[in-house]
Antibody, heavy 120, light 108 residues
């Protein structure tokens, strides 16, 4: 059974940094492209970014509002996905979900999410 | 940039009724569209991908149709556990992914 468990959320001041982790199990992590999706309180879903497998070059793509501030990485030896968030803004407040990419197009499995609150 | 709109914003129905949810794209997206269900306090769940393919474990009462710019998610007979928010999602802005604003299906 696929399991994705996010951690690392919390309260941070504007301009601060936070690193989220997503521990994966139940599938061959190194073979799967992974994404982060966020949801602000009471709002809809927003794709944040994704990382390809090392075989596909390990490259990353991001949505415009987080480019240059957020970095996605992966450690295949630890079956773990990361989201490094710098220069955080109040509008980054959201639940952040780790997801598997299905067919490089959709989000097949989701973690339970971790809440990030950016506030002074 | 392709924009997704969903209608209605809220659909009030009774258990056993048929639900028809719409997702419209501002440009043709072929059949590269998915539907997700989200219940309060839970992560979204993939229901339908490539417009009409049910994801693993999804009951047959859920079906998707459409292509081009107009897509429909149909729940043939609502069960109590189906009252939730439904989002459509597009891959045609690849590598950027877009979600619609959602349709809430609540109990009448």
């Amino acid at each position: 059974e696929v399991q994705l468990v996010e951690s690392g959320g919390g309260l941070v001041k504007p301009g601060g940094s936070l690193r989220l982790s997503c521990a994966a199990s139940g599938f061959t992590f190194s073979n799967v492209w992974m994404s982060w999706v966020r949801q602000a309180p009471g709002e809809g879903l927003e794709w944040v970014g994704r990382i390809k497998t090392k075989d596909a070059g390990g490259t990353t793509d991001y949505v415009a509002p987080v480019k240059g501030r957020f970095t996605i990485s992966r450690d295949d030896s630890k079956n773990t996905l990361y989201l490094q968030m710098n220069s955080l803004k109040t509008e980054d407040t959201a639940v952040y979900y780790c997801t598997t990419d299905l067919g490089k197009s959709y989000f097949g499995s989701w973690g339970q999410g971790t809440l990030v609150t950016v506030s002074s | 940039e392709i924009v997704l709109t969903q209608s209605p914003a809220t659909l009030s129905l009774s258990p056993g009724e048929r639900a028809t949810l719409s997702c419209r794209a501002s440009q043709s997206v072929s059949s590269y569209l998915a539907w997700y269900q989200q219940k309060p306090g839970q992560a979204p769940r993939l229901l339908i991908y490539d417009a009409s393919n049910r994801a693993t474990g999804i009951p047959a009462r859920f079906s998707g149709s459409g292509s081009g710019t107009d897509f429909t998610l149909t729940i043939s007979s609502l069960e109590p556990e189906d009252f939730a928010v439904y989002y459509c999602q597009l891959r045609s802005n690849w590598p950027i992914f877009t979600f619609g604003p959602g349709t809430k299906v609540d109990i009448k």
